[in-house]
């Protein structure tokens, strides 16, 4: 962590003083996995992703597993030199809320957190993708803070057709303008969210491909010329 730290002092000191270290997360194991994984992806894609069954997919067993690993993982990072965090993003999806709870509690109270509806995953058609209620959420994480760049109560964007490649791709080019513009001393952020978010984010900034596996850590340094990803 220590060159990547100095990179971006260099960044921020010689081009761009709001480059940030940005450590984007996937989220654990959900229900929703396991169900595409058992079944196959084409009875996945052409019945069960339709079913109510997998509405905003939570965690399982082994998600829940994971992001418990994630935060010893994260504490071990920081003792190695992985800066402190000045804000946590989240999706507003449950299975990805409940990962920042479980792998990222120790900075709960510490650092603001915020759900960001511009980090969700791919939506459309999947009932995994759709999310619950704000009020619905609120309860369920009081912790966490909807009043940024959330929609209204019933999810706006859920469509009977999955968005596509252009399209999310067009949300996460809004997403990155937004962080850019975002408070100065959000320095470093953790972002936890989606395997197609992360891996078009990475199409949007120019790196290589990459498929994280669940609760997968990648991070990258994000300015004004560009990212530089960083495992």
Same mark, same amino acid.
């Given at each position: 962590w %220590?060159h990547?730290?100095?990179e ?8 761009d003083?709001? &480059?940030?270290?940005?450590?984007m997360?996937r989220h ?6 396991v169900a595409?994984r058992?079944?196959?992806?084409e009875?996945?894609?052409g019945?069960?992703?339709?079913l109510?069954?997998y509405?905003? %997919?939570?965690?399982?067993?082994v998600?829940? &597993?994971?992001a418990a690993?994630? $935060?010893g993982f994260?504490r071990?990072a920081?003792? *190695?030199?992985l800066?402190g965090?000045?804000v946590i993003l989240v999706?507003?999806l449950?299975?990805a809320?409940?990962t920042?709870?479980? *792998?990222?509690?120790h900075?709960?109270g510490?650092v603001? #957190?915020?759900?960001?509806?511009l980090?969700?995953?791919r939506?459309?058609k $999947? ?6 209620s704000? =009020?619905?959420?609120r309860a369920k994480?009081p912790?966490?803070?909807f009043?940024l760049f959330?929609?209204?109560? &019933?999810?706006p ?11 999310i791709e &067009?949300?996460? =080019?809004h997403?990155?303008?937004?962080l850019?513009?975002?408070p100065a001393?959000?320095?470093n #952020?953790?972002?936890? *969210?989606?395997?197609s978010?992360?891996l ?6 120019? #790196?290589?491909d @990459? ?7 990648v991070s990258?340094?994000? @300015?004004?010329h560009?990212p530089? %990803?960083r495992?």
């Amino acid at each position: 962590w %220590a060159h990547a730290v100095a990179e971006l002092d260099a960044l921020r000191a010689a081009a761009d003083p709001r &480059a940030r270290l940005l450590v984007m997360v996937r989220h654990g194991e959900g229900l929703h996995n396991v169900a595409e994984r058992e079944l196959g992806s084409e009875r996945w894609e052409g019945v069960e992703a339709k079913l109510d069954t997998y509405f905003d %997919a939570p965690l399982n067993d082994v998600g829940r &597993a994971q992001a418990a690993e994630l $935060n010893g993982f994260w504490r071990a990072a920081e003792a *190695g030199g992985l800066p402190g965090m000045d804000v946590i993003l989240v999706s507003p999806l449950t299975r990805a809320l409940e990962t920042a709870k479980l *792998g990222l509690g120790h900075l709960w109270g510490r650092v603001p #957190v915020y759900a960001v509806e511009l980090a969700r995953e791919r939506f459309g058609k $999947n009932k995994c993708d759709q999310r619950r209620s704000v =009020a619905d959420l609120r309860a369920k994480f009081p912790e966490v803070n909807f009043d940024l760049f959330m929609g209204p109560e &019933a999810d706006p964007w859920w469509t009977p057709t999955r968005e596509t490649d252009e399209e999310i791709e &067009a949300r996460i =080019a809004h997403f990155f303008s937004w962080l850019a513009h975002s408070p100065a001393r959000w320095r470093n #952020v953790a972002l936890v *969210g989606h395997s197609s978010f992360m891996l078009h984010s990475r199409r949007v900034l120019g #790196v290589p491909d @990459h498929w994280p596996a669940n609760c997968e850590c990648v991070s990258m340094l994000v @300015h004004a010329h560009g990212p530089a %990803a960083r495992p």
